[in-house]
């Protein structure tokens, strides 16, 4: 049974609680144990910290990396952020001895090490690779019968030299999850963009940042989408939250759900919305949560 | 357009960019623009343009480069790194002006508020009492197991901000 140590970062443990048992009860139906990583930070999200100072950015990280190397697990992240910065934390610590001693030196002041000793892991990329889809269709008691507006978001596969994740324009492996979950994974315009949220942009820009948001649900709704399906706690916020400031500051409903990948598997598994928190969204649509099996 | 004098170029600007291992790569850029057109905050606003931004950076525009609001909207979605012919790592490259602007005092007050967050509580979204109500319906504990449970780890990485001069660095 494979084991990996559960990093939650901020935005799931602290906004979408519903993504975190999600991911915890349906890796559990897979055979995978999850265990805690007790006094993990902000991984410290990467458009911003590491645009604001790579050292802090890079020794948090290390320090986050750190706890789950002393655990003796590799690391699992279900947010392409979280995933951003730890994997290129540990690519970059790993590979650079001159840059692990300047980290270490820090690291040492609060009694711990880097040594490079495990990997860090992002659930869709790891469902894919070590789970298996065949596995994962086994486990399907209820097929979901949804269209369904994969988004992959930008840091699970990019930068892509540091990811082996094959292609950036076209990736197939995450549609291959959401087909097995006996979901229909539609085609719809400029799939690959970006939701908006990354680089500080939200906080910097955020009208600007909304914009970027509401073209990709206008693209999902043109295509007919029951809702998107992300990979990504922030993009899951920009996409849900997104939706309701789009609403007020430029007057235009959409009314789309979005779900984590964890929440749309526990579906499949025989869990009710309500328990994978998918009710629990800002963006409130009763017509889906009956479609889906909800209370109402 | 004013005309650009040499005089007033930075010529260190490069080298200071060239210490993110990748970014002097911006030098090699012959101007074919795929950057920019494909990239999905040009198509929103046209006054972020990521190939004139880094061309001003090899020329060593450096005032005109860290004071450009522009630079701060960069999603880092790594579409252009991605595409660029020459290999330009243009993202990293714009990460590390955003280091060097930052150093310089440049630094957005919403970004300010951002980095008091994580060194207060460790996290850039902290905890709210709406969230602790939706992880007690779903039988999750009230506070993650991160630092908001454990106060001495919150002080480790409190103090790790300290070394590194993070709160100097970013007080507002």
Redesign the interface.
């Known amino acids: 049974m494979p084991t990996l140590s559960f990093f939650l970062g901020c935005i799931m443990p602290n906004r979408y609680p519903g993504i975190e048992i999600a991911t915890k009860q349906t890796l559990a139906k897979l055979d995978v144990e999850l265990v805690e990583l007790p006094g993990a930070s902000c991984c410290p999200a990467p458009g911003v910290f590491r645009s604001f100072d790579k050292a802090t950015w890079l020794a948090m990280a290390a320090r986050n990396v750190v706890l789950s190397e002393e655990l003796g697990y590799d690391l699992l992240t279900v947010c392409n952020g979280c995933f951003g910065s730890l994997v290129d934390a540990n690519n970059l610590l790993k590979e650079d001895e001159k840059l692990r001693a300047e980290v270490n030196k820090v690291l040492k002041e609060i009694g711990h090490e880097f040594k490079g000793t495990i990997a860090v892991r992002h659930i869709i990329e790891f469902l894919h690779r070590d789970v298996g889809v065949d596995k994962i269709k086994e486990a399907v008691v209820k097929p979901v019968d949804l269209k369904v507006a994969v988004h992959y978001g930008c840091h699970l596969i990019k930068p892509s030299k540091e990811r082996h994740l094959g292609s950036v324009e076209n990736p197939r492996f995450f549609d291959e999850l959401v087909e097995a979950v006996g979901a229909e994974s539609i085609d719809y315009e400029d799939k690959l963009a970006c939701c908006g949220a990354g680089g500080g942009a939200r906080t910097a820009v955020l009208e600007t940042a909304l914009q970027m948001a509401e073209a990709k649900v206008q693209h999902a709704v043109a295509a007919g989408a029951d809702c998107f399906v992300d990979a990504c706690p922030f993009c899951h916020l920009e996409l849900d939250v997104g939706q309701t400031e789009i609403a007020k500051k430029f007057g235009r409903e959409y009314n789309l759900p979005v779900l984590h990948y964890s929440q749309l598997l526990g579906l499949s598994m025989g869990f009710t919305p309500e328990e994978m928190g998918i009710d629990m969204n800002y963006i409130k649509n009763d017509e889906f949560l009956k479609k889906i099996g909800g209370e109402q | 357009m004013d005309t650009i004098k040499t005089a007033d170029l930075d010529h260190d600007f490069i080298k200071e960019i060239g210490e993110?291992p990748g970014a002097e790569r911006i030098v090699l850029c012959f101007n074919c623009t795929g950057c920019t057109a494909g990239c999905?905050?040009a198509n929103?606003?046209a006054q972020y343009n990521i190939r004139k931004i880094l061309r001003m950076a090899s020329l060593g525009m450096k005032d005109e480069v860290l004071n450009n609001p522009y630079i701060?909207?960069?999603?880092?979605?790594?579409?252009c790194?991605?595409r660029c012919p020459q290999g330009v790592q243009n993202?990293d490259a714009m990460?590390?002006i955003?280091?060097i602007a930052?150093?310089n005092g440049i630094?957005?007050p919403?970004?300010r508020a951002?980095?008091q967050l994580?060194i207060q509580h460790?996290?850039?979204?902290?905890?709210?009492d709406d969230?602790k109500e939706?992880?007690k319906k779903?039988?999750?504990e009230e506070l993650?197991?991160?630092?908001?449970?454990?106060p001495?780890?919150?002080e480790?990485?409190r103090?790790?901000?300290g070394?590194?001069k993070?709160d100097e660095?970013?007080k507002e």
């Open positions: 993110e999905p905050m929103l606003e701060w909207y960069c999603t880092t979605c790594y579409k790194q991605e993202v990460l590390k955003r280091t930052v150093k630094m957005l919403k970004h951002v980095a994580v460790g996290h850039a979204v902290p905890i709210n969230a939706k992880r779903l039988g999750l993650p197991y991160t630092v908001h449970r454990f001495e780890s919150l480790e990485v103090k790790l901000i070394i590194t993070f660095l970013t």
